[in-house]
């Protein structure tokens, strides 16, 4: 999903703003290329991530642990609830940077 963004926030702004309101989450900076992204990590096999662009925010479900993400893309045929979380966090940012 992507939020468009009225206001151009950093990438330590949103860091910041998703570990005040998911505090019960693992939140961590990645380190990717060619792009630095957010991982919002629920548990070891739910978790969205994030990646701050100009004026949009894109926030993708995924699975933190990389030995079973080759998995996920087959049991999200069969179970919603990665793009639950996915749609909980993107309502939270269009919310904040709306």
């Known amino acids: 999903m992507i939020v468009q963004a009225v206001q151009s926030p950093t990438f330590d702004e949103v860091l910041a703003a ?17 792009q630095r992204s957010i991982i919002v990590r629920k548990s070891a096999t739910v ?7 100009k004026d949009e925010i894109r ?10 993400s080759g998995l996920i893309g087959f049991i999200n045929t069969i179970f919603p609830f990665y793009y639950r979380f ?12 709306k």
Not at 47 to 53: E, S
Not at 59 to 68: K, L, R, Y
Request: hydrophobic share 35%; with cysteine.
């Open 86 to 97: 996915e749609m909980k966090v993107s309502d939270f940012l269009k919310n904040t940077y």
């Open 18 to 34: 998703l570990k005040g309101q998911f505090s019960d989450c693992s939140i961590y900076p990645f380190e990717s290329k060619p």
């Open 47 to 53: 978790g969205a991530q994030i990646t701050v662009h």
């Open 59 to 68: 926030v993708d479900a995924c699975c933190p642990n990389i030995f079973v």
